[in-house]
């Protein structure tokens, strides 16, 4: 089994930036395409980022291409979201998520195992 817990979450203005973390245990990070998802207030659960096991492939949504940075160390079973020039819009949940090595070369990206969550909060 695999679990996955997020940090780093808060509360930033407008313009500010903050780093996710995301720690793999169980099994190790480099079996896993690594991903984020955020779900806002009343809407449904969103892709944000996601990652190949070696770190060579990445994906973004069109909302974050530019300001957000996915990256991983598999030798720390890490996983990272750096967040830059933060908006509002961009207050969510933000969950970190594990799916087959596959997963990322997929029209969507299918998650094995998710985090908790954590806050951010954007204001303005």
Partial sequence: QVQLVES????????????LSCA?????????SMGWFRQAPGKEREFVAAMSVGGATTKY?????????????????????????LKPEDTAVYYCAAGPSSAIYNIRFTAQYWGQGTQVTVSS
């Fill in 61 to 85: 949504t069109d909302s974050v291409k530019g300001r957000f940075t996915i990256s991983r160390d598999n030798a720390k079973n890490l996983v990272y979201l750096q967040m830059n020039s």
């Fill in 8 to 19: 780093g979450g808060g509360l930033v203005q407008a313009g500010g930036s903050l780093r």
């Fill in 24 to 32: 793999i245990s169980g099994r190790a990070a480099s079996l896993y």
